[in-house]
């Protein structure tokens, strides 16, 4: 069975481009969440969708955006880029059913420069 | 500030011993705990979990601990090995029927062959 699976693997953009992620479930898994991970920190919630709606966000600005298609892949786009979103986006599925884990794909490292 | 930290940000051990990787909680209404395994250039991947009515977990060659009366959840690696190396996350669900975690900064783990 196939991970989850993000794409790009790196992606180079310059300050003030806008820049589009994109993140392909679990088979079977409805449930989508983006985290952002800066170097040296700790994962930092971003956003949540569940069948094709946004449950949540994190406290992001709203140039950080998204949705969710109705195959359940995702998209995350972050406009108006500035260096400090410089980090690794990790798109994480479940099943959504509480308690069932969290499985993470490898992330996209987004470098701005 | 996040509500799930770590006592030890690095931990050495000598191969073939045990590791204890210690985290701190301070949300009362956290239910489900959960830890992950981060290798360099890889998404977290997920190790175990446990539930609040639960104090103790087992799995392969891992253990989780919860001790609710202190706030204090612990995962012990039993002889550990070089593959072990990597940084360990815990992370609470604050939210019932959500998957948004509240993860720690990490504890990095380096095996001594």
């Known amino acids: 069975e196939a991970g989850v699976t993000q794409s790009p693997t790196h992606l180079i953009k310059t300050r003030g481009q806008q820049a589009t992620l994109r993140c392909s479930p679990i088979s079977g898994h409805t449930s989508v969440y983006w985290y952002q991970q800066a170097l040296g920190l700790g994962l930092q919630f971003l956003l949540w969708?569940?069948?094709?709606?946004?449950?949540n966000r994190g406290n992001f600005p709203p140039r950080f955006s998204g949705r969710q298609f109705p195959n359940y892949s995702s998209e995350l786009n972050v406009n108006a880029l500035e260096l400090e979103d410089s980090a690794l986006y990790l798109c994480?599925?479940?099943?959504?059913?509480?308690?069932?884990?969290?499985?993470f794909g490898n992330g996209t490292r987004l470098t701005v420069t | 500030g996040e509500s799930v930290g770590l006592h030890l940000p690095t931990l050495s051990v000598q191969e073939g011993d045990n590791s204890i990787i210690n985290c701190a909680y301070s949300n009362s209404a956290s239910d489900y705990f959960i830890w992950y395994k981060q290798e360099s250039g890889k998404g977290p991947q997920f190790i175990i979990d446990?539930?609040?009515?639960?104090d103790k977990r087992q799995g392969q060659r891992v253990t989780v601990l919860l001790n609710k009366t202190v706030k204090h959840l612990s995962l012990q690696i039993a002889a550990t090995q070089p593959g072990d190396s990597a940084v360990y996350f815990c992370?609470?669900?604050?939210?019932?029927?959500?998957?948004?975690?509240?993860f720690g900064k990490g504890t990095k783990l380096s095996v001594i062959p």
């Open positions: 992370a609470e669900n604050e939210a019932a029927g959500s998957y948004q975690l509240t």
């Open positions: 969708y569940d069948e094709g709606e946004e449950r």
């Open positions: 994480a599925s479940t099943m959504g059913q509480y308690n069932s884990p969290l499985h």
């Open positions: 446990i539930r609040s009515n639960m």
